[in-house]
């Protein structure tokens, strides 16, 4: 029998634990539960390592930092790093370190815009946490043969969500693309969060120019702010300027992510 290994990663203990103790009722599915993002991290780098990866990653789509530590009925891993990975940045960090693991977003109430993104980020499913434990698990088998799985309900929504998305973007790429290629640098140095000094001295340009070329970049851009600039290059998939040794970043151009 081929088994399944499924990660529960949520931070509301009492609903980890049923779920999780749900699911091992199955004969043929191996869970385990993280009580945090980081905590989810670790569980797939330590599996990874010692050869058993994990096949499906079921994320809260609410999820938050870690809870006081409690001593749950079933074992969750508390995660006690600074900072929070919330459900869809963690979809998005295992579809980049681990492609092969299929995550299905648990959901309290029906959210298109939500669910675009987590699809957009690497999910395979969006499913409200209160669906019956057959449904939930013909959509982590489903997802195992390359499925996706939406809710009827949001079908639609998610459709217009995906499509405005797109049209967002290739605007956003367009107006990218008027730019010259040392305005593209400058866009990656602010991408990158470097002000205008610090773009000068990497780049070895006088803080003068620099101004000059952050204007235009903000005029062909079309806003008014640094924010906004930085905004639109993400949605057009410009990544941040590789801060290397001064004055060795290179002119990489846009690129879809």
Request: proline content about 5%; glycine content about 10%; some cysteine.
């Given at each position: ?217 903000l005029g062909k851009l079309g806003v008014h ?33």
């Amino acid at each position: 029998m081929v088994r399944i290994r499924v990660l529960v990663v949520d931070d509301h203990r009492i609903f980890a634990e049923s779920l999780a103790a749900a699911l091992a009722a199955e004969p043929d599915v191996d869970v385990f539960a993280a009580g945090s993002g980081p905590a989810a991290l670790r569980c797939l780098d330590r599996a990874a390592a010692e050869g058993r990866r994990y096949d499906v990653l079921l994320v809260d789509a609410d999820l938050g930092g870690a809870l006081p530590g409690v001593r749950p009925a079933v074992s969750v891993h508390d995660g006690d790093e600074e900072g929070l990975v919330d459900g869809i940045s963690l979809v998005a960090g295992v579809r980049s370190a681990q492609p092969g693991v299929r995550t299905v977003v648990l959901a309290e109430r029906d959210d298109p815009r939500r669910a675009a993104l987590a699809l957009q980020a690497g999910a395979s499913g969006w499913v409200a946490k209160d669906c019956s434990l057959s449904r939930l698990l013909t959509v982590i088998r489903g997802v195992l043969r390359d499925e996706t799985h939406l809710p009827p309900a949001l079908l639609t929504g998610v459709l217009k969500e995906l499509t405005a998305a797109r049209k967002h973007r290739t605007e956003s790429e367009r107006l990218v693309e008027s730019l010259t290629p040392r305005e593209r640098e400058v866009l990656r140095c602010m991408v990158a969060g470097l002000g205008r000094k610090a773009v000068a001295e990497r780049l070895f340009l006088s803080p003068h120019t620099v101004r000059t070329h952050m204007q235009n970049v903000l005029g062909k851009l079309g806003v008014h702010s640094t924010l906004a600039a930085v905004a639109l290059a993400r949605r057009a998939g410009v990544g941040p300027a590789d801060l290397g040794p001064a004055g060795r970043i290179g002119v990489e151009e846009s690129s879809s992510a």
